[in-house]
């Protein structure tokens, strides 16, 4: 379905029983809402009911042109404005990647409208911002996003050769998913936008958080290549509320992909 929101027509997927507790799936790069197909429907024979939106940038319809414009707090103001739209009160967040990020400021900054959260892969930002200044290989893990937010050079070291750099990103997913992932990025103009998130972070994401207030799960793989064992070990420092850690070994950054089954346990396991 179309959302039209703060000037923007978002396109949100929604699926499952019609009176079930709403549960927000926020999906990250180089995806999009499709990356929560494996999940969803766990969720739907459980009685939840799921809002997925493709987030600001990855539609033709919800992609300004400024990086200032895609700022964590404009991103964040978008999916309050997608579920003030479609359903009353609070909701069950979870997110991966850049969704994981929308999450940790859902979850510290509007603790009214969120009643739990399950950040995929992706630790608080604090925790990264702890392992950044401690950790030589963490540093070394993440150094890909000073590609990412070259103006000059990005979009086409990422797109050369049939989008190989950004299909090498995908280790461990199937060829017919990354295809589908892929599809609207090599559009004219579909990659920009999602990249303008990496170029408008700013040390202002880290400065205006704080712990996490709900109840809050985090799932990571053992073998995430951005995101090592420190961040990840250090993430419950920063949540308030009750908190479950999940690893999963032998799993990389693509969880919703790679281990859908042991993340819709994890989430039901959050929600119940």
């Avoid at 990647?97 to 604090?126: E, F, I, N, Y």
Wanted: aromatic share 8%; net charge negative; with cysteine.
């Amino acid at each position: 379905m179309k959302v039209d929101v703060r000037g923007l027509c978002f396109e949100v997927n929604v699926a499952g029983p019609d009176r079930g507790a709403p549960v927000l799936l926020l999906h990250g790069f180089p995806q999009h809402a499709g990356e929560w197909d494996q999940v969803a429907p766990g969720l739907h024979a459980a009685g939840y009911r799921t809002i997925a939106p493709n987030q600001r940038g990855y539609t033709p319809d919800a992609r300004p042109k400024q990086w200032q414009d895609y700022k964590m707090s404009e991103c964040v103001a978008d999916v309050l404005a997608i579920v003030d739209e479609l359903v009353p009160g609070p909701v069950d967040v979870v997110g991966h990647d850049w969704g994981a990020l929308v999450g940790w400021q859902l979850a510290s900054m509007h603790p009214d409208r969120v009643r739990s959260l399950t950040a995929v892969s992706v630790p608080h930002p604090l925790a990264i911002r702890d392992a950044l200044r401690e950790d030589p290989e963490q540093r070394e893990r993440l150094s890909y996003l000073k590609l990412f937010r070259n103006t000059e050079k990005a979009e086409q070291v990422l797109l050369e050769e049939d989008a190989k750099r950004l299909r090498d990103l995908f280790d461990g997913v199937p060829a017919e998913a990354v295809d589908g992932y892929l599809e609207p990025l090599l559009e004219p103009g579909g990659l920009t936008g999602p990249l303008l998130w990496y170029r408008a972070q700013s040390r202002a994401d880290e400065d205006g958080i704080g712990p996490a207030r709900v109840p809050t799960t985090f799932v990571w793989g053992e073998e995430d290549p951005g995101f090592g064992s420190l961040s990840a070990r250090r993430c419950g420092a920063h949540v308030l509320g009750e908190y479950r850690f999940v690893p999963l070994t032998d799993t990389g950054h693509w969880i919703p992909d790679q281990a859908p089954q042991q993340l819709t346990a994890a989430i039901l396991h959050r929600l119940g």
